[in-house]
């Protein structure tokens, strides 16, 4: 683990104190509660409703952290500001279909970036993040919460986990620029969407562009590097360790679903790329529940239920994510969390 990442662990328990003694009731120096949101595409519809759902059942916690991935990125923001803004996550996944958020690029798509434009899908960004939501955001930063998202450097082949609550907080005058860049970065399907420039900077000042795209390129999920030992900050911190509870929302399903492909390049291609995307998903879920084993904290989970056997006519199919996203709520609302990833998953059994 760098001394970087020391020093920001470091720095956030000092803020989460500094608010429990100020008697901020969201910062705890005895629980701390995380959520991590997967990748899925319009399956995001999903985590929307988990959320929302939860907030009616009355018990969902406020996260000490949270993190997203490509569609998971587009709700963390919501997620992380709490209740209050479940109504703005369920028009971000329940208001816009395909003609909302893509426009095809024809012929010369093929030929590009991308067979789509990302202009609508940046239009909506724009639209939710505001210089009001960032100061929100902002404000929570300072309480040490933190809102993290995952993009991909396609350039060297490498995730990148953004701070985005950190950027909030700074006064850098393309915060929001910035802000949005990431968020549809993290969006952009490959071949579906064009990659995103962003402009960074080395310690030593000198400025380049690097392509981002998808964050679920690298991983569907994500938490925290895998050698952090979090107990050693909060012993040095608070005096003990922490009862921690990590909770996943997996956009897709976890079970093998049977549809007879047709034997063209394009819909083969798609078939495939669900199919390593679902397999990898399963895969980061086994790997964060061996980091919270090891860190002695628990982890829940919920995903797509076998039961949702509606499917998409399209690739932002409205009909289908308000579908999704009412099958979420009731998910949310029963507490259907699971504690263990069975092995027998990834075979349907």
């Known amino acids: 683990m760098t001394p970087e990442i020391q020093a920001v662990i470091r720095k956030q328990y000092r803020q989460v104190l500094d608010a429990a003694h100020a008697g901020e009731r969201r910062a705890s120096p005895r629980r701390a509660d995380y959520l991590a949101i997967s990748g899925g595409g319009a399956n995001g519809a999903f985590a929307a409703g988990v959320l929302t759902g939860w907030t009616k059942r009355g018990d969902r916690p406020a996260f000490e952290v949270v993190t997203g991935v490509s569609t998971g990125a587009l709700a963390a923001p919501f997620a992380f500001l709490g209740p209050r803004y479940d109504a703005e996550l369920k ?3 329940t208001a816009y279909g395909d ?4 426009r095809s690029r024809g012929l010369l798509g093929v030929f590009s970036t991308g067979l789509n434009d990302n202009a609508q899908l940046r239009s909506i960004i724009s639209k939710y993040m505001t210089e009001r939501l960032l100061d929100e955001i902002a404000t929570q930063y300072r309480l040490g919460r933190r809102l993290l998202i995952q993009t ?28 949005i860049n990431i968020l549809l970065a993290s969006a952009a399907i490959p071949a579906v969407f064009p990659p995103v420039r962003i402009k960074v900077q080395t310690p030593a000042g000198e400025s380049y562009d690097e392509l981002h795209v998808d964050g679920g390129v690298s991983a569907q999920l994500f938490f925290a590097p895998p050698n952090v ?3 050693n900050f909060e012993r040095e911190a608070f005096g003990r ?39 990898q998903g399963l895969a980061d879920l086994y790997r964060l529940q061996a980091f919270a084993r090891r860190g002695r904290a628990e982890l829940s989970y919920v995903s797509i239920p076998q039961t949702f056997t509606q499917t998409p006519r399209s690739e932002f ?6 579908s999704l996203f009412e099958a979420g709520v009731q998910t949310g609302f029963a507490g259907e969390w699971k504690a263990e990833v ?7 059994g």
Request: no cysteine; hydrophobic share 35%; net charge positive.
């Open 152 to 179: 991909t450097n396609i350039d060297a082949q490498r995730p990148v986990i953004w701070d985005l609550s950190a950027l909030s907080a700074s006064d850098r005058p393309d915060r929001r620029e910035l802000t």
């Open 99 to 102: 003609r909302d958020i893509m």
């Open 91 to 93: 028009e971000v996944y």
């Open 342 to 348: 069975s092995a027998t998953l990834a075979s349907g």
């Open 317 to 322: 199919d409205k009909s289908y994510m308000l």
């Open 229 to 231: 030992r979090f107990g």
């Open 241 to 279: 360790v922490r009862q921690r509870h990590l909770h996943v929302i997996r956009n897709g399903r976890l079970t093998p679903t049977y549809e007879t492909t047709t034997e063209r390049t394009i819909p083969l291609a798609k078939r495939a790329i669900e199919t390593l995307v679902a397999y």
